[in-house]
């Protein structure tokens, strides 16, 4: 991957505070904006919650949920705050049968920016945790409509202090707007899935952009493999 911030030599570092599950306790804690970029049959929805369950703090508030692909109800556990289902809906009614999931068209940037500015004035919690970025993507025409809107959103979490931690299916995406999303991210993890003898293994690098460290592909948990063969 070839961006302006990896004109100085690279760095590679393997991590000493990775928890059991594979994740990187240390760097997820010091990033405020953490891109999850999963490709083949890594499965987005179980990234996702893999992430509400590993990778957040146990007692920390729960996180504001923003969802694309990924419905409501195949992540939520009944403790997040609320959650914004940035999705197209047939018919008249935008209406979700639960109080708490508030349904945005994917084309609708400024709603989608409002109900994050909303949401997250209103609750303790200030990290955001979705797949939303896959429908905005795929639904805006223009790239420089999709630059203006996440370079606003990265930078308001960036100077309000909050956390966003974001996955998208990088291989349904041209390459141009994925090299975009991850320019602005302070962390990029990839997932990858690999044919071990026959069986489906996932692996993970890290992209620590901040820091300019950068490590090689290595076996994610085997005991959490966010692995599917339909999503």
């Known amino acids: 991957m070839a961006t302006q911030r990896e ?47 590993d990778a957040l703090p146990p007692d920390s508030p729960p996180p504001l949920l923003v969802l694309g692909p990924t419905a409501p109800e195949e992540v939520s556990n009944g403790q997040s705050n ?19 999931v508030e349904i945005i068209s994917p084309d609708n940037l400024l709603e989608v920016n409002l109900f994050i500015e ?4 209103e609750n303790e919690s200030k990290v955001i945790v979705g797949d939303f970025l896959d429908n905005v993507i795929r639904s805006i025409n223009s790239p420089e409509s999709f630059y203006s809107f996440f370079c606003q959103l990265a930078s308001r979490v960036k100077l309000k202090k909050r956390k966003a931690i974001l996955v998208i ?61 339909t999503s």
């Not at 909303?118 to 004035?121: A, D, Y």
Request: glycine residues 4%.
């Open 82 to 100: 609320r959650i914004g289902w940035v999705t197209f809906v047939g018919g008249s009614s935008m209406a979700h049968p639960s109080a708490h």
């Open 169 to 229: 299916k990088e291989d349904i995406h041209d390459r141009s707007v994925v090299e975009t999303v991850k320019r602005f991210a302070d962390l990029v993890l990839e997932f990858r899935d690999q044919d071990n003898n026959g069986a489906l293994k996932v692996e993970m690098r890290t992209l620590n952009f901040a820091d300019n460290i950068y490590t090689a592909w290595r076996p994610f948990s085997d005991w959490l493999q966010p692995i599917s063969m």
């Open 7 to 53: 004109t100085r030599p690279r760095k590679e570092k393997e991590s000493t505070s990775e928890n059991e599950s594979g994740w990187h306790d240390s760097q997820l804690d010091r990033h405020r904006l953490v891109i999850a970029c999963v490709r083949g049959n890594v499965s987005v929805r179980e990234t996702i919650r893999t992430i509400l369950r």
């Open 118 to 121: 909303k949401c997250v004035q």
